[in-house]
């Protein structure tokens, strides 16, 4: 069953592809009741939010000790990061901020049923104390301008913000420069042929 499962060439262990049918399997029972994701995009679950989100963790810099994801929802990709980072990286220490209090129940669930340890912050992101995280990322949360001031808040000196985003992500670039400075390296995505992860360092108010 697992292994039929394509993951568009990034490779990832047994147990790591057992985890990930676990929580689409968590996923599908709550989403009626809470929305986590549109009905239309789970009929393409895979590609459209698990696959995306395993492509955001294999875009991060090896070794990181913290990674912070904000407006967590459904738990993409925060969720699914956590699940490979298990096997591959598992002295990373995962936290997830979340203000709706039923997704964050889904959020422990999914952690629980998964077996992974990660830890959910049922507040607003602006609320938390400063994370300094090495690795922060958002996915369908807000315009770039808006992530940089999170991730100004939250993001350690040297740490690194993955931003998922969709075809208008160099007009995202071009208004965050009014506000910002800061080195970008766009990844192509492995999903979505005009979407890119936005990997950026350096976060530096003008």
Known sequence: ??????????????ETMDRLEVFSK?????????????????EDL???HIVDSVQVFKTAPAGCKTWLDIGSGGGFPGVVAAIVAAEESPETQFTLIESDQRKCAFLRNAARECDIALNVISKRIEQVEPQNADVLSAR??????????????????????????????????????????FDMDPVKSLTEPNA?????????RV
């Open 1 to 14: 069953m697992s292994e039929s499962r394509d993951l568009l060439g990034m490779s990832v262990s047994r």
């Open 26 to 42: 968590v996923l599908i029972k709550w989403n009626p009741k809470i929305n986590l994701v549109s009905r239309r995009s789970l």
């Open 46 to 48: 895979w590609v459209r």
């Open 140 to 181: 369908a949360l807000a315009e770039l301008s808006d992530l940089m001031q999170f991730a100004e808040q939250h993001l350690a000196h040297n740490g690194v913000a993955l931003f998922p985003k969709g075809e208008n992500w160099k007009k995202e670039v071009d208004k965050s420069k009014g506000e910002w400075h």
């Open 196 to 204: 890119f992860i936005l990997k950026i360092r350096g976060i530096v």
